[in-house]
């Protein structure tokens, strides 16, 4: 596709249920970003790759979140056991060169509200 | 401290108004510096992005760096109701991947 695809768009659950959250990056981009952004706040960095590999996981807030990463192309972000505080929008962005010179593309994001 | 921190707004303008967003970082030694905007709904998009210090300018938006006072600011010039969206400012810190974003900024141009 042209742009970074993000599904769902929306998802509601039930606290305590796992969530899948897939990103499908722009043709090429060998980076590969999520972000966190909950209402009011900025953008806040969870997970980096590169490739398949992720040298930069410090910004997943507990062991019940984890990403991978297949094939140099779709990302999925796995949250176990959600919790309330989990409601946020969860974007993903994709860059071809490094952060400070090149350009993230980002999708428009997952809605997650956990009830 | 935050390594950004943002101006939190919410700002509202008349149409044709100058614009100005203001962010501050912590480290000197930050050299990059971006301008994302993201409508509602919608994901960020770069707008704006600089180097070091100084001015940068994009048809109706200038990107403005001061080091000596860790400020980093952008201003519309001409604003329209496009322009309404969330203004976010970011700098990639002391690596090359993570971006850290300020809280960012809500602008409504009134019609």
């Known amino acids: 596709g042209a742009g970074v695809s993000q599904s769902p768009s929306n998802k509601v659950t039930e606290k305590g249920k796992d969530v899948e959250l897939r990103c499908d990056p722009i043709?090429?981009?060998?980076?590969l970003y999520w972000y966190r952004q909950s209402l009011g706040q900025g953008l806040e960095f969870l997970i980096y790759?590169?490739?398949?590999?992720?040298?930069?996981k410090s910004g997943l807030p507990s062991d019940r979140f984890s990403a991978e990463r297949t094939g140099g192309s779709v990302s999925t972000l796995t949250i176990q056991r959600t919790q309330q505080e989990d409601s946020a929008v969860y974007l993903c962005?994709?860059?071809?060169?490094?952060?400070?010179?090149?350009?993230?593309?980002f999708g428009e994001g997952s809605r997650l509200t956990v009830l | 401290q935050k390594e950004v921190e943002q101006d939190p707004g919410p700002l509202s303008v008349p149409e044709g108004a100058i614009v100005s967003l203001n962010c501050t970082y912590s480290n000197s030694a930050f050299q990059y510096f971006m301008w994302y905007r993201q409508y509602s709904r919608k994901g960020p998009e770069l707008l704006m992005y600089?180097?070091?210090?100084g001015n940068k300018e994009d048809g109706r938006f200038t990107a403005q760096v001061d080091k000596s006072s860790k400020y980093i600011s952008l201003f519309i010039r001409d604003s329209q109701p496009s322009d309404s969206a969330t203004y976010l400012c970011a700098t990639p810190t002391f690596n090359d991947y993570k971006l850290s974003f300020g809280a960012g900024t809500t602008v409504t141009v009134r019609a």
């Open positions: 043709s090429g981009h060998t980076a």
């Open positions: 600089t180097y070091s210090s």
């Open positions: 962005a994709s860059s071809f060169g490094n952060a400070n010179t090149g350009e993230l593309f």
């Open positions: 790759f590169q490739g398949n590999s992720a040298p930069d």
